[in-house]
């Protein structure tokens, strides 16, 4: 079945430091991907998406590129602030219009 | 927009009993309501998707006859979880989707069986 796989936490980043968390996945077909970002106490928000091949998501300074052929949707930012820590988590929506996600990411920045 | 809220935020009840989680979506017409449930530094899974109007569809594993799941409205979904029992402990999230395929998240509710 369709699964998304990220990259074990928790990473913990200086202020200003540059950061990728990598995120790749298994599916049929080429499923929309979708980086989530949840603080702490909150619930689930869309930080950013891409629809097919080679598409750029970007939000708030982050950024993810669709890759097919490595089946990849890395999020990458120049330089993270402390008001980034959360935990981020990697998806795809199924052709059943079902999201699957990976495990989360739980980031730290420290001034 | 596209606010979706979750009551109550933290339940404890005692073993036996049965616990209602409400998801509303508050400024938009939620055609299907997803429920997850999310154990500790674990990902989401997903229960069950509802669709206004109709029976929810459960995923593999899931019990529909303790996770009774409503979706009575365009803006509403209950899950109650039925006969509680601390494994049933967990943080349960809900999502609602409009038009298109983004999905909305509540803030979740954790439960707490003991």
């Known amino acids: 079945g369709d699964s998304v796989t990220q990259m074990e936490g928790p990473v913990t980043l200086s202020e200003e430091a540059f950061l990728t968390i990598n995120c790749t996945y298994t599916a049929t077909g080429y499923p929309s991907l979708f980086w989530y970002v949840q603080y702490p106490g909150e619930g689930l928000q869309l930080l950013l998406k891409?629809?097919?091949?080679?598409d750029k998501g970007s939000n708030k300074g982050f950024e993810a590129t669709y890759r097919k052929e490595t089946t990849s949707f890395h999020l990458e930012k120049g330089s993270v602030q402390v008001s980034d820590s959360a935990v981020y988590f990697c998806a795809l929506l199924t052709w059943a219009q079902k999201l699957v996600f990976g495990q989360g990411t739980r980031l730290t920045i420290n001034p | 927009g596209a606010v979706v809220s979750q009551h109550p935020s933290r339940v404890i009840c005692k073993s036996g009993t049965s616990v209602k989680i409400e998801c509303r979506s508050l400024d938009f017409q939620a055609t299907t309501m997803f429920w997850y449930r999310q154990f500790p530094k674990q990902s989401l899974m997903l229960m069950a998707t509802?669709?206004?109007?109709?029976?929810?569809?459960?995923e593999q594993g899931v019990e529909k006859d303790k996770f009774l799941i409503n979706h009575a409205s365009l803006t509403l979904s209950t899950l109650t979880v039925t006969s509680a029992h601390p494994e049933d402990s967990s943080f349960y999230i809900c999502?609602?989707?409009?038009?298109?395929?983004?999905?909305?998240f509540g803030p979740g509710t954790r439960l707490l069986v003991l």
């Open positions: 999502s609602a989707r409009g038009e298109g395929e983004t999905q909305y």
């Open positions: 891409a629809t097919k091949a080679d």
């Open positions: 509802s669709n206004e109007g109709s029976k929810a569809t459960y």
